[in-house]
């Protein structure tokens, strides 16, 4: 079993010291803030638990309460015990379609795409379509489509997979209807089908779904007679669903660790069901954040990766935060950067521009792979011989600290997520936490985490205008 070192979430800088004066005490939070909120977020926390019994029981959701999609809370659990044949299934599904292809193309949009983007980003080598098969783990390469409506872009992935007969399909989608995705589909499986070259056993090999149990996708893959189509599960929206098939299935392709990512997954469940505030990752985030927000104005979350494999990670993140709980005027608005890179870009506007900001960095302890060391050269012109010996971690390490000295230096206070490293283990908890913590800041403000109504109007005008209503 791979070590599953405990994710921690540090708020330390936000609070206030006590001999602090009243100036400063605006900038960030006193005690007497937290003990206002301690008992809200375990009522918070007592409602998550309802609605979760709520839903198990079947029993009928009040019509505010609609939709209520509690089911993925305990999905780890579940699967890693009851639904272990389906996790089985789905793990010798990926298996089976990474050994027979070497390009898969992943097919989905928003909840549907995002999660397993950002564990392939996370999780396989940087360069991992690039290299060779072997260095690849004998993985297939792996490609996103139907997430957009971008003619060249299709294109340009028809250009890779024309004429090649080793590629296979992953289309996912909940409702089976999204417009980016059904097309993609369709371009992607004609010319898969010339690729298969009329041997029918070969398509319905190289064409996996993840889908609800009813709807036009659904039906397709029954006409296709498909070998592998999953589920995703009654009562798991879209952004919550990246520990279903639907994140799961790619990541069993990649060769990605799933029980692991189920296991972090449960362990920040535990957490959250046994630990106090002031002691709990998830009811701390999101009471910092909340605080931050009502009692500082820090309107914006900016979610300060530290690290390039952590960008899509926070992209999975602003999809969650954004559809959730952006509704009735409400819900803080998520950013996410990528440091040191956006130091160069969004650092000024940070340092110096409008105090709405709540910066939550998401760093990773240690890294995966040997270190890079700066060797003594015999042209130092770029005088970098008096940083000889150190490595790349040292000097980022040196940019995290010396950037959130200089934040603090004119107060403006931030938190931390720090992820022992950036594995499978890690990932599955901070997924939980954020996915945990978003429903819980739901019930405290009063806002459904679940649907998404406001993305309907776009839909309907799109369909009305294409099919002449
Ligand atoms: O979170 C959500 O529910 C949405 O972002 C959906 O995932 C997205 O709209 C794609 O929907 P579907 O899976 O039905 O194609």
Redesign the pocket.
């Known amino acids: 079993m791979k070590p599953l070192d405990p994710i921690a979430y540090d708020y330390s800088d936000l609070i206030v010291p006590k001999d602090a004066s009243s100036c400063v005490r605006l900038t960030g939070l006193v005690e007497a803030d937290l003990k206002w909120l301690a008992p809200r977020l375990a009522a918070a926390r007592q409602e998550v638990f309802e609605n979760l019994a709520m839903y198990e029981r079947r029993a009928s959701v009040p019509e505010e309460m609609q939709p209520l999609d509690a089911a993925f809370f305990d999905l780890p659990e579940r699967l890693m015990d009851e639904d272990r044949p389906l996790l089985d299934r789905i793990v010798a599904a990926g298996d089976r379609l990474a050994k027979e292809v070497d390009r898969v193309l992943v097919l989905?949009?928003?909840?549907?795409y995002m999660g397993a983007r950002a564990l392939f980003e996370a999780c396989c080598h940087p360069y991992h379509n690039e290299i060779s098969r072997q260095r690849r783990g004998g993985r297939p390469r792996i490609y996103f489509e139907g997430n957009n409506l971008d003619n060249d872009a299709v294109q340009g992935l028809l250009d890779l997979v024309e004429g090649a007969d080793d590629w296979g399909i992953i289309v996912?989608?909940?409702?089976?209807?999204?417009l980016e995705?059904a097309v993609a589909f369709r371009v992607f499986f004609e010319a898969l089908k010339t690729s298969c070259g009329g041997d029918r056993e070969k398509l319905r090999r190289r064409v996996l779904a993840v889908t609800g149990d009813t709807g036009r996708l659904h039906e397709l893959a029954e006409a296709i007679g498909c070998q592998d189509v999953f589920p995703i599960p009654d009562g798991v929206?879209?952004?919550f669903s990246v520990l279903s098939a639907v994140g799961l299935l790619p990541a069993a392709v990649m060769g990605l660790d799933v029980q692991h990512l189920l296991e972090g997954a449960a362990a920040m469940n535990e957490r959250f069901r046994t630990k106090p505030p002031l002691e709990n990752p998830v009811l701390d985030y999101v009471g910092m954040s909340r605080l931050m927000e009502t009692r500082r104005g820090d309107t914006i979350r900016v979610l300060s990766t530290w690290g390039k494999g952590l960008e899509s990670v926070g992209f999975w993140y602003d999809?969650l935060l954004s559809?959730s709980l952006g509704k009735n005027g409400l819900g803080a608005t998520p950013l996410t950067v990528v440091n040191t890179r956006d130091l160069h870009s969004r650092g000024q506007q940070h340092q110096e521009g409008r105090r709405d900001k709540l910066i939550t960095n998401l760093v990773v302890e240690h890294t995966a792979r040997e270190p890079v060391t700066i060797e003594r050269s015999d042209l130092d012109q770029d005088k970098l011989n008096a940083l000889s010996g150190k490595t790349y971690q040292d000097l980022l390490r040196a940019a995290f600290t010396g950037t959130n000295q200089a934040y603090a230096e004119d107060y403006r206070r931030t938190a931390t997520i720090r992820l022992p490293r950036l594995d499978e283990g890690s990932l599955g908890q901070l997924f939980q936490m954020l996915m945990v913590a978003t429903v819980v800041e739901g019930r405290l403000v009063g806002i459904n985490p679940y649907g998404?109504p406001g993305?309907e109007g776009y839909k309907k005008n799109m369909n009305a205008i294409l099919r002449g209503k």
Not at 108 to 112: P, T, V
Not at 172 to 178: A, F, L, N, P, R
Request: proline share 0%; charged share 15%.
């Open positions: 989905g949009i928003g909840g549907s996912i989608s909940k409702s089976g209807g999204t995705t929206g879209g952004r999809q559809e998404q993305v």
